[in-house]
């Protein structure tokens, strides 16, 4: 399972951004996906939750960034995406997309995208 994140980049305070998160499985074959959302890593502090889809259950956002960040995703979730807007300088951080996929082959797994940048300038 490949989950494959893009749309970091560089935008002032105020700006706005969005994420995609695409999944794939490069066998082709049939995967379920459980739930998925996004963490963020700025630097020097740990990974923390930012917003997810749980299957059954709607979006939820963390509350630092709830009313100014929306996650959506299509009826499978194959497509995720986050929406930014208002970003702020502590917004600044390595975006991961996550999700727990099931396959016929490994069951239900938790998979981690490469990361991408999102830097907000003051």
């Known amino acids: 399972v490949q989950l494959q994140a893009s749309g970091g980049g560089l935008v002032q305070a105020g700006g706005s951004l969005r994420l995609s998160c695409v999944a794939s499985?490069?066998?082709?074959?049939?995967?379920?996906?459980?739930?998925i959302g996004w963490y963020r890593q700025a630097p020097g502090k740990e990974r923390e939750f930012v917003a997810g889809?749980?299957?059954?259950?709607?979006?939820r956002e963390a509350v630092s960034v709830k009313d100014r960040f929306t996650i959506s995703a299509d009826n499978r979730k194959n497509n995720v995406r986050l929406q930014m807007n208002n970003l702020k300088p502590e917004d600044t951080a390595v975006y991961y997309c996550?999700?727990?996929?099931?396959?016929?082959?490994?069951?239900?797994?938790?998979?981690w995208g490469q990361g991408t940048l999102v830097t907000v300038s003051s």
């Open positions: 996550t999700g727990n996929v099931w396959t016929p082959t490994e069951g239900s797994i938790d998979y």
């Open positions: 889809i749980v299957s059954g259950g709607g979006p």
């Open positions: 499985v490069a066998s082709g074959s049939r995967f379920v996906i459980n739930n």
